[in-house]
C-alpha cells in the first residue's frame, strides 16, 4: 500500500489506520484482458464460500481442462454434470455456462470492461445469470484494478466493520456508509484492510 493511500487513512480514520499500519497488503495489478473470463469463473465460483473452499472448487475446474486453456468455447464443451464434478452448486455450473454464452454472442463484451465506468460495468456483468453486485464488485477490485469499490453487501466487510467500530448490531447500511465515505477514493483499499483485519487475533 502506497504512502499516499496511509497518508489519506491517518488523517480520516485513526482505527483503519492502526490496523493498515499492522498488516501487509500484496500489491495486486489490473489483470489483462485475456484473463477477465477465468476471472469471472473464479468470482462465481467463489460466492458465499469461504476462501479456501473457493480456491479447492476453482483447482478443480481448472484441471478439467487439460490444455490449460479456459475460454467461453471450452467451456460450453463440458456438459453440467462435467463441471459438477468439482463440487460446485447446480446453479453455479449453469452461471459459468450461461456466462460463456453470452461472451461466445457477444451479448456480453469482455473486452470492452476496462474503459467503461464502475457503474457501467456492473451493468454489463450483471446481465448474466448469476452475476449480482458482489461478483461485478469483486471483478473490478481485483481483476480491474478499480481503487474506490466497496461492497455493501459482503458479509466479511460487514463483520470487520462492526467488530473494529464497536457495533453491537450488524451496522446499517447508512450506518456503513457514514464511515465507508470517508475513505474516498481508496475504499477498495479499506476493503482489503477489512477483511485483512479479521484474520488478527483479537
Request: charged share 25%; net charge positive; hydrophobic share 40%.
Amino acid at each position: 500500500m502506497n504512502r499516499k493511500v496511509q497518508n489519506h487513512f491517518q488523517s480520516i480514520d485513526p482505527i483503519l489506520f492502526s490496523v493498515a499500519s499492522i498488516i501487509m497488503l500484496e500489491n495486486r495489478n489490473a489483470r489483462p484482458a485475456e484473463d477477465y473470463f477465468v476471472s469471472l469463473c473464479e468470482n462465481i465460483i467463489g460466492q458465499q464460500l469461504s476462501g479456501k473452499v473457493s480456491d479447492v472448487i476453482f483447482s478443480r475446474f481448472e484441471k478439467l481442462f487439460p490444455t490449460k486453456i479456459i475460454t467461453p468455447r471450452t467451456v460450453m464443451k463440458l456438459s453440467e454434470e462435467k463441471l459438477r464434478t468439482t463440487g460446485m452448486s447446480w446453479s453455479k455450473t449453469r452461471f459459468i455456462r450461461d456466462l460463456a454464452q453470452q461472451v461466445l454472442v457477444k451479448s456480453v463484451q469482455l473486452d470492452q470492461l476496462a474503459q467503461l465506468s464502475d457503474h457501467e460495468v456492473i451493468a454489463e456483468l450483471t446481465k448474466v445469470k448469476g452475476i449480482g453486485p458482489w461478483t461485478a464488485e469483486m471483478f473490478l477490485m481485483f481483476t480491474l484494478g478499480r481503487e474506490d469499490i466497496f461492497s455493501y453487501g459482503d458479509l466479511g466487510l460487514k463483520n470487520a466493520i462492526k467488530k473494529l467500530y464497536g457495533f453491537k448490531k450488524d451496522p446499517t447500511i447508512k450506518q456503513m456508509e457514514k464511515i465507508v465515505n470517508k475513505w474516498k477514493p481508496y475504499r477498495t483499499y479499506a476493503a482489503r484492510i477489512l477483511w485483512k483485519s479479521l484474520e488478527l487475533k483479537s
